[in-house]
T-cell receptor, first 112, second 114 residues
Framework: KQEVTQIPAALSVPEGENLVLNCSFT??????LQWFRQDPGKGLTSLLL?????REQTSGRLNASLDKSSGRSTLYIAASQPGDSATYLC???????????FGTGTSLTVIP | KAGVTQTPRYLIKTRGQQVTLSCSPI?????VSWYQQTPGQGLQFLFE???????NKGNFPGRFSGRQFSNSRSEMNVSTLELGDSALYLC?????????????FGPGTRLTVL
């Protein structure tokens, strides 16, 4: 069974810092990987989706990379803002369907 | 475009009862997935429906079931509720066509079992 791990579980940084969130998975036979953010008491918002054939995706201040062979993905957030405070989850998709295995998340706090 | 809607938003039930949750996907989306989120287990996949057919199923007991209607709306049912079923139930919709198929999540239904 696919296991997805996110380290650290919590992270606190001052506003303006660049930061990296890590995601690792045990089975490299994946179809795609998504990064989500979840705000307290709310659903998930998709940030970036990377297909297994891709190495990275970028959206604004966010950049996600994927190294399938080593079972790792990183989410880079540039120039962090207090509005970035949320829980960030990575999810691995093993096939063309939408059955995703989620990590336990990294709780990010950006201090003004 | 309207987002994914889930009803009801909150539910309180007692052990042994059954419950039905509803999810309306974004217009044009044919795939609906359901997830259970708890503090201890995190987000776990329940099942996915695509064009009224169950396409994938997670590792949950048979008390958890679902269906999808011709308009892509989906319902999930939990019978004989247990205390451990207390959770946030999230549904997500997408085109279901694979590739760069972003999932859009609803706000969830918070189920409390007493």
């Amino acid at each position: 069974k696919q296991e997805v791990t996110q380290i650290p579980a919590a992270l606190s940084v001052p506003e303006g810092e660049n930061l990296v969130l890590n995601c690792s998975f045990t089975d490299s036979a994946i179809y795609n990987l998504q990064w989500f953010r979840q705000d307290p008491g709310k659903g998930l918002t998709s940030l970036l989706l990377i297909q297994s054939s891709q190495r990275e995706q970028t959206s604004g201040r966010l950049n996600a990379s994927l190294d399938k062979s080593s079972g790792r993905s990183t989410l880079y957030i540039a120039a962090s803002q207090p509005g970035d405070s949320a829980t960030y989850l990575c999810a691995v998709g093993p096939n063309t369907g939408n059955q995703f295995y989620f990590g336990t998340g990294t709780s990010l706090t950006v201090i003004p | 475009k309207a987002g994914v809607t889930q009803t009801p938003r909150y539910l309180i039930k007692t052990r042994g009862q059954q419950v039905t949750l509803s999810c309306s996907p974004i217009s044009g989306h044919r795939s609906v997935s359901w997830y259970q989120q708890t503090p201890g287990q995190g987000l776990q996949f329940l099942f996915e429906y695509f064009s009224e057919t169950q396409r994938n199923k997670g590792n949950f007991p048979g008390r958890f079931s679902g269906r999808q209607f011709s308009n892509s709306r989906s319902e999930m049912n939990v019978s004989t509720l247990e205390l451990g079923d207390s959770a946030l139930y999230l549904c997500a919709s997408s085109t279901g066509l694979g590739g760069l198929d972003t999932q859009y999540f609803g706000p969830g239904t918070r189920l409390t079992v007493l």
